[in-house]
């Protein structure tokens, strides 16, 4: 049991260190959202390929 706990421990401090590097950071937009491109049509474009092999068999 106290090997677990440890585990807790360690995996929450890391995250506590890791949020406060990030704290403050800007995170950039993705080339999706930069493009005016919405999710939906993302998808439709990923899912073009498979539509394409689905047609020719």
């Known amino acids: 049991m106290e090997n677990v706990n440890q585990k807790r421990l360690f995996v929450a401090s890391c ?17 999706r959202v930069s ?3 919405s999710y939906k ?7 073009a390929p498979f539509t394409i092999l689905e047609r020719s068999f």
């Open 35 to 37: 493009s005016g491109v």
């Open 41 to 47: 049509e993302m998808l439709r474009n990923v899912g």
């Open 15 to 31: 995250l506590a260190i890791y949020g406060y590097i990030f704290r403050g950071q800007q995170i950039p937009v993705t080339e």
